[in-house]
């Protein structure tokens, strides 16, 4: 079936770097999308989402940039601190006719080296 | 604190036993969703509920049932368990049916020995 996949599995970034976090998905129907943040042992924290009428949507010191064209999807964090040490996940709606079913990525793991 | 509450945190128990999971969703919010994450994998969402209706299924495995009560409260029931059901459980709750962001508690940890 379709599902959101993620470029890379780990990525490594120095503090204070910025990082990118890309997702790729493959179902055009889908109209709404959400990254996720999941510290050790801890359940996934909601970061920032974005519908599909929109192409960019920016947060606290976070930025979603959505390409409708190439079905991509990228989080970026500026100035990345250690507590950003995570495992993200994009996760995609596919909207009300599949019963607003949310299909997630494999998680990227963020390290934040000192 | 996401207003998600989940007990207990922990539970380790024997193959073959039967163990409910317990889920408080955020105050006013009517979806709840659980899903399951193996170790170092991602989640895998088991099933929706709203307003008392079960709204969408997963990979829910036959063994395992859940139920939303009138006060919104939900519980996953797991039966029969075996190894390979050790994993983190978590329940999501949201104000809408979908297409909203949903809100994670805490998770449970199971273990089955």
């Known amino acids: 079936g379709e599902s959101v996949g993620l470029h890379l599995p780990t990525l490594s970034v120095q503090e204070g770097d910025n990082s990118i976090i890309n997702c790729a998905y493959s179902n055009s129907a889908s109209d709404y999308f959400i990254w996720y943040k999941q510290e050790s042992g801890k359940g996934p924290q909601f970061i920032i989402d974005?519908?599909?009428n929109m192409d960019k949507r920016q947060g606290q010191r976070v930025t979603v940039l959505l390409n409708k064209t190439v079905k991509h999807l990228s989080l970026q964090i500026a100035a990345t601190q250690p507590g950003d040490s995570a495992v993200y996940f994009c996760a995609e709606n596919i909207g009300m006719d599949s019963n607003y079913q949310l299909i997630w990525g494999a998680g990227t793991k963020l390290i934040i080296k000192p | 604190d996401s207003g998600v509450t989940q007990t207990p945190k922990h539970l380790i128990t024997a193959t073959g036993q039967r163990v409910t999971l317990r889920c408080s969703p955020r105050?006013?919010?009517?979806?709840v969703y659980w899903y399951q994450q193996s170790l170092d994998q991602g989640l895998q969402f088991l099933i929706q509920?709203?307003?008392?209706?079960?709204?969408a299924k997963g990979n829910i495995l036959e063994r395992f049932s859940a139920q939303q009560f009138p006060d919104l409260h939900s519980e996953l029931n797991l039966s029969s368990l075996e190894l390979g059901d050790s994993a983190l459980y978590f329940c999501?709750?949201?104000?809408?049916?979908?297409?909203?962001?949903?809100?994670f508690g805490q998770g449970t940890r199971l273990t089955v020995v």
């Open positions: 105050s006013g919010d009517l979806s």
């Open positions: 509920y709203y307003n008392g209706e079960e709204r």
């Open positions: 974005i519908r599909s």
């Open positions: 999501a709750s949201s104000v809408g049916q979908g297409g909203v962001a949903a809100f």
